[in-house]
């Protein structure tokens, strides 16, 4: 498996993995499926066996980490009895942060490239679910201060798109005792989640 949890084997992962080099480097609309072809030493219609469009390449990078953003998303709305109760908001917070750990390269990607993001069909979703999270976690009856503590840990999540010299091993106990401390939760970092 590669980091963004699934298959890379073969061409369309090789395709995949090139692209998301190429995005990575000198964004989605300086990159080009010639481009792609080239670093793979295939030709373009080998490419477009795969792949008719760049979109396609870049929604199919995206699909794994929207799709877990829904299944998170829907699991802690689904969670009526517990929704907004501290242990609550750090599981969310658990379950995001290992999230974008899985697909720690096509976030730092999304989020250093807003404009060839952009031209995702899965932008929509995307926008949606920074919104449902975003709500998620100000759930309840949460005052000013803890309103702000809300907002300044999903900021503070995003940051480990920042560290790409530290491993997820290393990095997940420290960013999630961080979070917890600015959320002002007590409860403790479950080290154990697979990183």
Do not use: C
């Amino acid at each position: 498996m590669n980091d963004e949890g699934r298959p890379g084997a073969g061409t369309a992962g090789n395709i995949r993995e090139v692209a998301l080099g190429l995005f990575s480097r000198q964004g989605y609309e300086r990159s080009t499926l010639r481009e792609i072809a080239d670093a793979l030493g295939i030709t373009k219609a080998a490419v477009y066996y795969h792949y008719r469009t760049k979109v396609e390449i870049l929604d199919d990078l995206l699909r794994p980490m929207v799709d877990g953003e829904d299944w998170i998303i829907a699991d802690a709305e689904a969670d009526t009895a517990q929704i907004g109760s501290p242990a609550w908001r750090l599981t969310l917070v658990e379950r995001y942060v290992d999230l974008l750990l899985a697909h720690r390269r096509v976030a730092t990607y999304a989020m250093n490239d807003i404009a060839g993001v952009s031209n995702s069909t899965l932008l929509g979703r995307m926008r949606a679910n920074d919104t449902r999270l975003a709500a998620l976690m100000a759930n309840g009856d949460l005052s000013l201060e803890q309103r702000v503590r809300t907002s300044a840990a999903l900021g503070v999540i995003v940051a480990i798109l920042a560290l790409p010299d530290v491993s997820n091993a290393d990095l997940r106990p420290q960013l999630l005792r961080v979070v917890r401390d600015v959320l002002g939760l007590a409860d403790p970092v479950r080290d154990t989640a697979s990183a």
